[in-house]
């Protein structure tokens, strides 16, 4: 079966670092992407990574390990702005995206 | 805006109601879509045009229809729904070009209520 297992939800602290944990399981694998949704708007891009390793984009880094079907996203230096949903999502052999249901995260001050 | 624009962003209707949601993207894009997202549910794909016909139909009931008139518009019409369907609709675009990454753009969603 298709799976994508991800924290509910997470808080932490503004400034803080925070690491939002990801595990796939699909039929196929063509990439693994995160969304960002803030209460009430459209899911944004933020990250896609095909290859294993680190790929970071400015405050934002998101990691991949095929072998091990797992991804996290990294969030530094966190921001109130940063009080949003990540949405975790694979993509098959028939390029269509496996969503996952989604972290909330809530950042206190 | 995302450059993909739905409306109405609500809609109340009871269960004897036909109503419509409407989706229009300026991006260019050739393939579109409808996904359902109800609370601490992963997103589920409805229904995808690639190039205006229809390649995806995830088993949805037939009181979903959606019609897509050309690569820039797509809407789902709704009727004799059920209190189960409230839910938030969204409508995506991409460019599907079998290269890799199908990076969705999404619209801010329509928030459906069925009394």
């Known amino acids: 079966g298709q799976n994508i297992d991800q924290p509910t939800e997470m808080t932490a602290t503004e400034g803080a670092i925070v690491q939002i944990n990801c595990t796939y399981q699909t039929s196929g694998f063509n990439g693994l992407f995160w969304y960002q949704q803030h209460a009430g708007e459209a899911p944004t891009f933020l990250s896609y990574?095909?290859l294993d390793g680190l790929e970071e984009k400015g405050r934002f880094s998101s990691f991949l390990s095929r072998s091990k079907g797992y991804s996290y996203l990294l969030l530094k230096e966190l921001q109130m702005k940063d009080s949003a949903s990540y949405l975790c999502a694979s993509m098959d052999s028939n390029y269509q995206l496996i969503w996952g249901a989604g972290t909330k995260l809530i950042i206190k001050p | 805006e995302t450059g993909v624009t739905q409306t109405p962003r609500h809609l109340v209707m009871g269960m004897t109601n036909k109503k419509s949601l409407k989706c229009e993207q300026h991006l260019g894009h050739n393939a579109m879509y409808w996904y359902k997202q109800s609370a601490k549910k992963p997103l589920e794909l409805m229904f995808v045009?690639?190039?205006?016909?229809?390649?995806e139909n995830n088993s949805v009931p037939s009181r979903f229809s959606p019609e897509c008139p050309n690569s820039s518009h797509l809407f789902l019409h709704l009727h004799t729904l059920q209190p189960e369907d409230s839910a938030l609709y969204l409508c995506?675009?991409?460019?599907?070009?079998?290269?890799?990454?199908?990076?969705?753009?999404f619209g801010a969603g329509s928030r459906l209520t069925v009394l």
């Open positions: 045009y690639n190039f205006k016909e229809q390649t």
């Open positions: 995506a675009s991409s460019h599907l070009d079998g290269s890799g990454a199908n990076v969705l753009t």
């Open positions: 990574n095909v």
